[in-house]
C-alpha cells in the first residue's frame, strides 16, 4: 500500500529543525488540490530546499529558509545509516502560486494530487500525500475556531493553539471504514455514482461520533446495500492522506440471503462478484485494492 515504503522508516515525531540544502519543500494549492512537482513519465520529484534558496545554500546570503518552511517529518532510507536523513518542509509564506514561479519555468508544475496515486517512488508519494494531509489541517486553522483569533504554532508538540482563548487545535484524521462483504466465495464490489473516481470499490463511510467502528461497518452495510452482516473482523488500516482519512479495514459475511437494496444516492452499481472474476493487482496502492485482490487470493 501506499504508506508501505520499507526498508525505509517514516518519522513523525514532532522534531522541528532547519532546511538543510537537499530536503524537500512541497507546495500545495487548495482551489484545485494540486501539489508543485516534476513528472517525467510517472516518475515523481518535488522542489528541493536549495532550488528555491539558493543564495542562502550557496553562500550563507538571502532569505533564511527557516522563516518560510514549516517542518513536516523525515524519512530515513535504511535503519543502519540513520545520519542519511531527509527531511521534508511546507511552504508556509503566503500563497505558493507566486511564490513557486521561478519553479514552475524549470520544469516544475501544479499536478492534481491524485497525481501520487500512481507515481513513483513510492516514498515520496506518500510523502505527497502526508504532507497534503497536514497542509490541509494547517490551512483551515488558521484561525481559532471559538474566538476567531489567528492561531499560532505549538512549540512543544504538533497542534495550533490560540493566544487569545487558549483553545488547542490538534490534527485532524477522520475515521473511515472499508468493509469487504462477503458470501462465500463472492465479495460485494460497488461503483459510486456522481465521484469522480470509477473504478470497483468496496463498500465504504466514515465513522459517525458515538460509534464503534463494527458499528459503522454495520450501518453502511445497511444503508448502502440493505443487507445484514456477521462475523465482523479487522483486516488491516491505511492513512489516505488524499482525504484526511484513516481507513479501517473489516471484511464481513453476509447474513442471510437478502437482496442487495442500493442506495442510488450513493453508488451506481452494487454486485457480487466471484474470486475468479476479478483482475488480479500488482503491487496495490490502495486498502481497498489490497483487501479485494487478499479475497481473490483466498487469503481471507
Ligand atoms: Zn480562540
Redesign the pocket.
Known amino acids: 500500500m501506499i504508506q508501505d515504503i520499507a526498508p525505509e522508516i517514516f518519522h513523525n515525531e514532532f522534531t522541528p529543525k532547519p532546511p538543510q540544502a537537499e530536503d524537500i519543500l512541497f507546495f500545495f494549492r487548495d482551489r484545485d488540490r494540486a501539489v508543485l512537482l516534476r513528472d517525467r513519465d510517472g516518475r515523481i520529484s518535488f522542489p528541493l530546499c536549495r532550488e528555491v534558496f539558493p543564495d542562502w545554500f550557496s553562500q550563507k546570503a538571502g532569505t533564511d529558509p527557516a522563516d518560510r518552511c514549516r517542518y513536516l517529518f523525515s524519512i530515513t532510507p535504511d535503519p543502519a545509516k540513520p545520519e542519511e536523513v531527509r527531511s521534508f518542509f511546507l511552504w508556509s509564506a503566503g500563497a505558493a502560486e507566486e511564490n513557486a514561479a521561478a519553479l514552475v519555468s524549470d520544469g516544475c508544475e501544479f499536478a492534481p494530487i491524485r497525481t501520487l496515486r500512481r507515481g513513483v517512488p513510492r516514498d515520496l508519494c506518500f510523502a505527497g500525500t502526508t504532507a497534503y494531509h497536514l497542509y490541509v489541517w494547517y490551512d483551515l486553522n488558521r484561525y481559532?475556531g471559538?474566538?476567531?483569533?489567528p492561531t499560532v504554532l505549538s512549540e512543544k508538540e504538533r497542534a495550533l493553539i490560540?493566544p487569545?482563548?487558549?483553545?488547542t487545535i490538534y490534527p485532524r484524521i477522520v475515521p473511515a471504514v472499508i468493509v469487504g462483504l462477503t458470501d462465500g466465495d463472492r465479495i460485494l464490489m460497488t461503483r459510486y455514482a456522481g465521484r469522480g473516481y470509477k473504478g470497483h470499490a468496496l463498500i465504504a463511510g466514515f465513522c459517525e461520533i458515538g460509534e464503534r467502528a463494527e458499528e459503522t461497518v454495520r450501518r453502511e452495510v445497511m444503508e448502502e446495500v440493505g443487507l445484514n452482516v456477521v462475523n465482523i473482523r479487522y483486516f488491516d488500516s491505511q492513512p489516505w492522506g488524499f482525504e484526511s482519512d484513516l481507513l479501517l479495514g473489516y471484511y464481513a459475511d453476509v447474513k442471510g440471503d437478502s437482496p442487495i437494496r442500493m442506495d442510488e444516492n450513493e453508488l451506481s452499481e452494487a454486485a457480487w462478484v466471484s474470486r475468479e472474476e476479478i483482475e488480479p493487482e500488482e503491487a496495490p496502492i490502495s486498502l481497498t485494492a489490497t483487501m479485494i485482490e487478499a479475497f481473490r487470493r483466498g487469503e481471507v
Open positions: 481559532c471559538r474566538c476567531g483569533h490560540c487569545d482563548c487558549g483553545n
